[in-house]
């Protein structure tokens, strides 16, 4: 089946600084999301993207799709101590009535 | 605008105990909804689907099973709860894309 892989597994940064996370498959996706999980709560979307090249923006955040449709980034820029959480993300394959799969998430921990 | 209700929010139950958590949307017809079970913090494992009313696929052969009685109500059930179904679970509905999630119901089998 389709897999996303997300590594590390937990990233430590040093507040005001920026991160980058990625997002990588062997096969092909239709539409990437990105999630971020606070403890003790679901995942919420922060961004999701449909076509291949796309760049968005969601105030510090910015995520893109990548032009093989196998990758995509999640950037954070200027890191602020509620950035912490999981981040995770997700993405739909091609075909009818795709799936959702999701990667095993990044927890983010921010230092002040 | 569609919200999804998740309840209850935590639930300690002891071994051997049944189980039934409810998940409900409102906003949207005839959604397709999930269960997720996330353990330790990490990812998510998709436990069952529908597409419909009665609709119900599951994707692990698992403790437990899943009803949809109603257009927007997921059910998760189980008649004999064991260690290994605590956890972390989740409903979700999903767009044409994207998913959506409750706030999620920690359980812990004692």
């Known amino acids: 089946g389709q897999q996303l892989n997300q590594s590390p597994q937990s990233m430590f940064i040093q507040e005001g600084e920026d991160v980058s996370m990625n997002c990588t498959s062997s096969s092909i996706f239709n539409t990437w999301l990105w999630y971020k999980q606070d403890p003790g709560e679901g995942p919420v979307l922060l961004i999701a993207?449909?076509?291949?090249?796309e760049l968005t923006s969601n105030g510090r955040l910015t995520a893109q799709f990548g032009i093989t449709r196998k990758d995509s980034f999640l950037n954070i820029s200027a890191s602020i101590p509620s950035d912490v959480g999981i981040y995770f993300c997700a993405g739909t394959g091609t075909g009818a009535n795709s799936k959702l799969t999701f990667g095993k998430g990044i927890t983010l921990s921010v230092r002040p | 605008s569609q919200t999804i209700h998740q309840w209850p929010a935590t639930l300690v139950q002891p071994v051997g105990s049944p189980l039934s958590l409810e998940c409900t949307v409102e906003?949207?017809?005839?959604?397709?909804l999930y269960w997720y079970r996330q353990a330790a913090g990490r990812g998510l494992q998709l436990l069952f689907y529908?597409?419909?009313?009665?609709?119900i696929s599951s994707e692990v052969p698992q403790n437990l099973s899943a009803s949809r009685p109603q257009d927007r109500q997921f059910i998760l059930s189980s008649k004999k709860l064991l260690l290994s179904d605590s956890g972390f679970y989740l409903c979700a509905w999903r767009g044409i894309a994207e998913a959506f999630f409750g706030q999620g119901t920690r359980l812990t089998v004692v």
């Open positions: 993207l449909y076509k291949a090249g």
């Open positions: 906003g949207t017809s005839n959604p397709n």
């Open positions: 529908s597409v419909g009313i009665g609709q």
